[in-house]
């Protein structure tokens, strides 16, 4: 375990975010448009957007770890849904409890805001995440269909 304090992302973590960020998407191999970007973290910030963010920071202040998320409604509940949308770990910070401490975080929100679940999607081939999510949730078996068909 490495001692990291789960906080909402605030304004002046913009430049750690993104190199989160950045690292996320070399993960994904994915390019985003600044302009979605500087869209997504003003949204984080904007109290009227269902979109959120929290940070892993050490002790000595470094960000080592995101998590987004989207309260959305549902026709099942009339509780709202959390989609947990992005979850990333620096690459040396890894297997050491911050990726489960970021998903905790979110169902810590989830308790606060009386939301129905927490959910979210993997890749079938990312084993290493599943390693984690099989410990922390359970596998609906949903499979993910998308239009655009030009969309990666
Ligand atoms: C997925 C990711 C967020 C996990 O973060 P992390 O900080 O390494 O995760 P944790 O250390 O909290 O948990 C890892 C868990 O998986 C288990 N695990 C991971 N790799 C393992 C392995 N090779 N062998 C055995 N167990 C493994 C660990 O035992 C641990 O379980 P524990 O909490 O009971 O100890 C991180 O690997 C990452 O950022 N990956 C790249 C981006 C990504 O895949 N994001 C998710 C997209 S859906």
Redesign the pocket.
């Known amino acids: 375990m490495v001692d990291v304090k789960i906080r909402p992302i605030v304004e002046s973590d913009k430049q750690s975010w993104l190199r989160l960020w950045e690292g996320?998407l070399v993960?994904y191999e994915a390019t985003l448009d600044d302009k979605v970007t500087e869209t997504t973290f003003s949204r984080f910030l904007d109290k009227n957007e269902p979109v959120y963010a929290a940070v892993a920071e050490t002790a000595d202040g470094e960000l080592i770890?995101m998590v987004t998320w989207v309260v959305h409604r549902s026709t099942w509940a009339i509780e709202d849904y959390i989609y947990l949308h992005?979850?990333?770990?620096?690459?040396e910070?890894?297997?050491?409890?911050?990726?489960?401490?970021?998903i905790e975080y979110v169902y810590g929100v989830g308790k606060e805001i009386n939301a129905d679940r927490v959910y979210?999607?993997?890749?079938v081939h990312?084993h290493?995440?599943q390693?984690?999510y099989t410990?922390v949730g359970w596998r609906d078996g949903f499979v993910v269909y998308q239009w655009p068909q030009s969309k990666p």
């Open positions: 996320y993960f770890g992005d979850l990333f770990v620096s690459p910070s890894r297997l050491k409890g911050v990726g489960r401490q970021l979210w999607h993997t890749q990312n290493r995440a390693l984690l410990k």
